[in-house]
């Protein structure tokens, strides 16, 4: 709560400048110790939720964190254009995706998300901004005022619902709200 009595959360940031990226890939490893099992056992920067995307050639190096997977190629594509070259339409996407190995655990194929390095006691900021000695990612958080969906829009909402379970019934509603959640 703030001090207005509105309800809060706090939003976890890391900012990037790839101006001062180095390509060390330093986070890649910090990223794959923290997050081996047990913790710091192993380094293998195939299981980092961070990936540095480097082109030597144009001194461009840009950190991409694992986002959220997707369960097929999308159709609709971003290409970016960076200093006169263009670069893949996937090449600086966040999702662990099928069309690529990006973002997947090496031995199960099961997807890699960045979790903010989540742990019980908190750290003090993430592994892979830790690690970035060259001033490349920086954490901040903030704390934001929750926007709560206004009644207009719940009502449309319980509409699309109650649509819904008349065609297609409760059970097979719930099932699909239960597998979607899940993915
Ligand atoms: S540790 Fe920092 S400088 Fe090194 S590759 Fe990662 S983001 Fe770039
Ligand atoms: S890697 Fe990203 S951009 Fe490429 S197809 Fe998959 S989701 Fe789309
Ligand atoms: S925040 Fe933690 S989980 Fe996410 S990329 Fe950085 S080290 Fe990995």
């Known amino acids: 709560m703030d001090n207005s009595g509105k309800k809060t959360r706090i939003v976890k ?18 990223c794959s110790a923290f997050h081996a099992i047990p913790k710091y056992s192993s380094v293998n920067t195939a299981r980092s939720r961070i990936m540095v995307v480097m082109d030597e050639v144009r001194d461009i190096f840009v950190p991409i964190r694992a986002g959220d997977y997707t369960q097929a190629e999308c159709n609709g594509r971003n290409v970016y254009v960076v200093d006169g070259k263009e670069y893949d ?11 690529r190995d990006a973002f997947k655990e ?25 690690a970035c000695t060259f001033g490349a990612l920086t954490y901040e958080e903030r ?7 206004e009644p207009q829009k719940r009502g449309e909402m319980e509409i699309g619902l109650k649509s819904l379970i008349k065609k297609y019934g ?3 509603v719930k099932d699909t709200i239960d597998r ?4």
Request: net charge negative; hydrophobic share 30%.
């Open 180 to 183: 979607v959640s899940k993915e």
């Open 143 to 149: 704390e934001e005022v929750v926007v709560e969906a």
């Open 106 to 130: 090496p031995d199960s194929g099961l997807p890699l998300k960045c979790d903010m390095c989540e742990s019980v006691p908190p750290l003090e900021k993430p592994m892979c901004v830790d």
């Open 89 to 99: 339409e996937c090449t600086f996407c966040p999702a662990s995706c099928p069309s």
């Open 170 to 172: 409760l059970k097979k």
């Open 13 to 30: 940031e890391i900012k990037v400048d790839t101006k001062k990226c180095v390509g060390c890939r330093a986070c890649e490893i910090a």
